[in-house]
């Protein structure tokens, strides 16, 4: 699990076959879940400027792997007791998003989002939502897309900084709208309150 907090930038050493290496200051181990790019992956080996993680032809179907190279997002898997920030994430990339415009309002950015039609249900007004990793907050959902507004100091301490028109980016949508999604799609009868409580207490 996960919260969406960038820990830190690190910067890709070199992507052979499925092994992706990174140098980094964190310090991982054998194992070790960590987030990169929003997708879940975990440490094969580690070294003393950073460590590798396994990225399988699967997962490389399913990502942006455009940005596995230059800098990364990282975040390392949360641990028991651990401050909890920004909201639950669990590494898995549901879809691929493309930027379609992003707007300086000088004291914040407005930046807009396409993504396939099948998965704007996940995605709620003021909800939350994961982008390349990065935990934000939807202002407005459209048909097709939807926008975030992202604060200076994110702009400037995540990749926002390099995206434009076009750009492709992983997004993990709110964990418990997809699985409310789930329920009453799957459910023939209609959810009591009492049911409700009891599938959120779960959680």
């Known amino acids: 699990m996960f919260t969406g907090l ?4 690190a910067h890709v050493k070199s992507l052979a076959g499925s092994t992706l290496s990174v140098r980094a200051k964190h310090k991982a181990k054998l194992g ?10 975990t440490v094969v080996s580690v070294a003393s400027d950073g460590f590798s ?37 669990q590494g898995h990339v549901d879809a691929i998003g493309v930027v379609e415009s992003i707007k300086n309002n000088g004291n914040s950015f ?16 003021k909800g939350s939502i994961t982008v390349d990793g990065v935990s934000l ?23 926002f900084k390099n995206y434009k028109k076009g750009s492709r980016v992983n997004i993990e949508t709110d964990m418990f709208a997809r699985y409310v999604a789930h329920i009453l799609t799957h459910k023939k009868s209609t959810l009591s309150w009492d049911e409700v409580d009891t599938i959120l207490a779960h959680y």
């Open 137 to 159: 907050t939807v202002n407005e959902v459209f048909e097709e897309s939807f926008r975030l507004t992202i604060i200076p100091h994110t702009m400037r301490e995540t990749l």
């Open 53 to 89: 993680v396994e990225l399988s032809p699967e997962s490389q179907k399913h990502l942006a792997m455009e940005n596995y190279k230059g800098e990364v997002h990282i975040e390392p898997a949360m641990m028991m007791g651990d401050r909890f920030e920004g909201h639950v994430v």
């Open 6 to 9: 960038i820990r830190e930038i």
């Open 32 to 41: 070790d879940s960590i987030a990169i790019n929003g997708a879940c992956l």
């Open 110 to 125: 407005d930046v807009f989002i396409k993504i396939e039609k099948k998965f704007i249900p996940y995605i709620i007004p």
